[in-house]
């Protein structure tokens, strides 16, 4: 079992920056990818960002591409979310996940989620 702690998540305003990190524990972190999710009221839970076990590969979806980094620590087991020029519809719940898939936007494991507010 994997348990996922993500934390950096509040509020902030537009144009700001917020770094979400996430630890991990329970298996060898390095061996998976890893992924941030977002997920909003009334919106399907949506795939940010991944990054493979070593970080040499990642992938963004176009809505946060150029404004968000994924990056891991595979010294500490953490993965990290550098996000920059928020905007009030980046405001979600923010999911870090493990072994992520990044065609099937499937993770077989989850962290508990950490608000981000965009606000004014």
């Known amino acids: 079992q994997v348990q996922l702690v993500e934390s950096g998540g509040g509020l902030v305003q537009p144009g700001g920056s917020l770094r979400l990190s996430c630890a991990a524990s329970?298996?060898?972190?390095?061996?998976?990818?890893m992924g941030w999710f977002r997920q909003s009221p009334g919106k399907e839970r949506e795939l940010l960002a991944t990054i493979s076990p070593r970080g040499t590969n990642t992938y963004y979806a176009d809505s946060v591409k150029g404004r968000f980094t994924i990056s891991r620590d595979n010294a500490k087991d953490t993965v990290y979310l550098q996000m920059n020029n928020l905007k009030p519809d980046d405001t979600a719940v923010y999911y870090c996940?493990?072994?992520?898939?990044?065609?099937?936007?499937?993770?077989?494991?989850w962290g508990q989620g950490t608000q981000v507010t965009v606000s004014s």
């Open positions: 996940a493990g072994n992520v898939v990044t065609v099937t936007q499937r993770a077989a494991w």
């Open positions: 329970g298996r060898t972190f390095s061996s998976y990818a």
